[in-house]
Structure formats: C-alpha cells, structure tokens
C-alpha cells in the first residue's frame, strides 16, 4: 500500500475508520452535492486542500467499502457526485480533451569519458559513471 487514504487509518494492520476525518469527506461530499465547487466544498467541510485534490478525494472508490477498508460512503452518494462530477466536466467544456501520447525516443547509444575512478559504494559509482556521460547519439 502507498499511503492510508484520507478518511482512515491503520490500527493493528486493519483499516478502521478516523471518525473526524470521515465526518469531514462525508461533509465535502453534502457541500459538493449542494453546488459547491470542489475547493470550496473541501474548505468548508474543513479540508484543507486543492481543486484536484478535492477531485481525488470525491473519486476514491475505498470509500464504499472494500475487503480492507471499511464504507464511509453510501453508494447512492458516491454515485450523485460522479455524475454531478461529469455533468459539470461536460458543461464546462473539461471533457472532450483527446489525450495523445506521444512517443518517446529513449537514447540508447552515447558517448562517455575514461571511466578513471572506482568507487565501492555502487550507488556512488554509477552517480560517477553518468556524471561521464558527454553526449547522447540516435
């Protein structure tokens, strides 16, 4: 696991609920509900965060309950905000963004100095190593 999301935490390995913390997304969800722009929503619940942070939070699916984490979130709750999340994305234009990726050139030849010291420590030694290197070559 990366991190314990907002809303929990972690007692004896098992994930139980932190009750002022789940007060407050259960809030930001009403305030959001309500009309409320994400940050403003998260502020007045008394979440201290940003706009995509906030989004993040509303996202979180752990919050109807999984095999570790317990439900804070009703599902009838957490399925209004998705799609107030989308008809606001919609109606403001945030959602027909076509993602491209692009293609990435990774160098695989290049042109280093005479490796003249060696270093024990190997993470030393390839900081040294990459410190030679001059040039990178398709």
């Known amino acids: 696991m990366g991190h314990t999301p907002f809303g929990y935490k972690i007692e004896n390995g098992i994930a139980v609920i932190d009750q002022p913390a789940a007060d407050k997304l259960r809030q930001l969800y009403k305030n959001y509900l309500s009309g409320m722009s994400l940050s403003k929503a998260a502020s007045a619940a008394g979440i201290k965060t940003y706009h995509g942070t906030a989004k993040r939070l509303m996202e979180t699916a752990h919050y109807l309950g999984d095999i570790f984490y317990p439900a804070i979130i009703d599902e009838?709750?957490?399925?209004?905000?998705?799609?107030?999340?989308?008809?606001?994305?919609?109606?403001?234009?945030?959602?027909?963004?076509?993602?491209q990726m692009r293609k990435l050139q990774i160098p695989t030849r290049f042109h280093m100095g005479e490796v003249a010291a060696l270093y024990d420590n190997p993470v030393k030694q390839a900081e040294y190593l990459y410190s030679l290197i001059e040039s990178e070559s398709k």
Do not use: H, V, W
């Open 76 to 99: 009838d709750t957490y399925q209004k905000a998705q799609e107030e999340r989308k008809r606001r994305a919609i109606k403001l234009g945030r959602n027909n963004k076509q993602t």
